[in-house]
């Protein structure tokens, strides 16, 4: 069978299984299961493929076909500027959280020696891709599962920012090392009892340590924000991504703990999904 029409042949299975962009995400697995970019497959589509490779294909369409994410399959997703490395312990990076590193390098273009501590690194998508944008930025980056923390060591390596990124297995109301410049935080922000109602791929396969929010979504902000208020310096800057009917809360939230509002963030969707604050 050549290339093309065993992609047309996964295209088919997806598609009857309702997976959206079920030719996109044939070619994708096809150019995972023989080693290429999807530009060579697409180039050399009526290349042969022996029976080895063409059974991993089916598998890996098999296993898309019940809602596993392309990013898990492929071990990699493209956020801001770069290729992460993802497995299915971590949080799949997803475009509206670029609006935290916009943001962060919008905010310090002319600052230099920055320290900033990003609470829940997860895959490090926020805090790697502005450690590589600032040369002269120092990150500490803590999460509470082991797992995370080695796949964002990966990242990191891979990225090139290593001298100047520190891990931390810890959880947030336990972390005391320092004081930081900035703090940036996608939390957990999804009420328990919502969880079920998410897209498939997301409920089934995305790590629940990672969506969950508690019972009214905000157990883990309160936390990140008390944490955030102790370990910031005086006019730091707090960036901090929440759920798309959460604003009003979470302000509340950060006036009590000191913190002044500087705006409201929109997304692609234009929901709001960020806010920027200053310890006063």
Request: aromatic share 8%; glycine share 4%; proline share 2%.
């Amino acid at each position: 069978m050549n290339i093309n029409k065993a992609i047309i042949e996964g295209s088919k299975i997806l598609r009857d299984k309702l997976i959206s962009n079920s030719r996109l995400d044939s070619e994708i697995l096809m150019a995972k299961t023989i080693n290429k970019d999807r530009k060579y497959i697409l180039l050399n589509s009526n290349n042969l493929i022996n029976e080895n490779i063409l059974n991993h294909f089916y598998k890996l369409i098999e296993s898309r076909s019940y809602g596993n994410p392309i990013a898990y399959l492929t071990n990699k997703k493209f956020f801001w500027n770069s290729e992460f490395f993802v497995t299915n312990k971590t949080l799949i990076p997803r475009p509206d959280t670029e609006l935290v590193v916009e943001n962060v390098l919008n905010l310090t273009k002319k600052k230099k020696n920055i320290n900033i501590l990003d609470i829940g690194v997860g895959s490090g998508c926020i805090l790697l891709s502005i450690l590589k944008e600032r040369k002269n930025f120092y990150g500490t980056g803590i999460d509470i599962s082991k797992k995370c923390l080695n796949i964002c060591k990966i990242n990191a390596v891979n990225l090139k920012v290593c001298s100047r990124l520190k891990l931390y297995k810890s959880d947030v109301d336990k972390f005391n090392l320092g004081k930081y410049d900035l703090i940036v935080s996608n939390p957990p922000y999804i009420k328990s009892s919502n969880l079920k109602y998410l897209d498939r791929d997301v409920a089934q396969f995305e790590p629940r340590l990672a969506l969950d929010g508690g019972l009214d979504g905000l157990s883990e902000i309160r936390k990140v924000i008390k944490k955030s208020s102790d370990l910031i310096k005086k006019n730091g800057k707090f960036i901090l991504e929440i759920g798309f009917d959460q604003k009003n809360k979470v302000i509340n939230l950060l006036n009590k703990e000191g913190f002044y509002i500087n705006c409201t963030l929109k997304d692609l969707a234009q929901n709001d999904r960020c806010i920027i604050s200053t310890k006063i």
